[in-house]
């Protein structure tokens, strides 16, 4: 059974970072590619990064290209994202999911591309003043 814990959210102010983390379990976490997408209220969930198997290829949004760093260590089965330059528009519940191939797929952005059961619970980011 795929087990995604996300933690690290919280209220930062606007410029402020974080850093959120995906422990996995219940599967070999280093042969998957691994996402974030996030979910902001009456907003559909959106692809934020993803990461390749080996970590050797990422992709963001290009709304967060430059402030936000995915990575990955495979010996710890964690997935992590480092949040700098949060933004008032950044604020959602951030959930990480497990890809269905070793890479990022062309569709990588869209949660249909993923199985309704690797997802995990989310991890909250506010920001504010």
């Known amino acids: 059974e795929v087990q995604l814990v996300e933690s690290g959210g919280g209220l930062v102010q606007p410029g402020g970072s974080l850093r959120l983390s995906c422990v996995a379990s219940?599967?070999?976490?280093?042969?998957?590619?691994m996402s974030w997408f996030r979910q902001a209220p009456g907003k559909e969930r959106e692809g934020v990064s993803c990461?390749?198997?080996?970590?050797?290829?990422?992709y963001y949004l290009d709304s967060v290209k430059g402030r936000f760093t995915i990575s990955r260590d495979n010996a710890k089965n964690t997935l992590t994202m480092q949040l700098n330059s949060l933004k008032t528009e950044d604020p959602a519940m951030y959930y990480c999911?497990?890809?269905?191939?070793?890479?990022?797929?062309?569709?990588?952005?869209?949660?249909?591309?993923?199985?309704?059961?690797?997802w995990g619970q989310g991890t909250q980011v506010t920001v504010s003043s």
């Open positions: 999911a497990k890809s269905p191939s070793v890479y990022c797929s062309d569709s990588w952005r869209l949660p249909s591309s993923y199985d309704p059961n690797s």
């Open positions: 219940g599967f070999t976490f280093s042969t998957y590619a």
């Open positions: 990461i390749s198997w080996g970590g050797g290829s990422t």
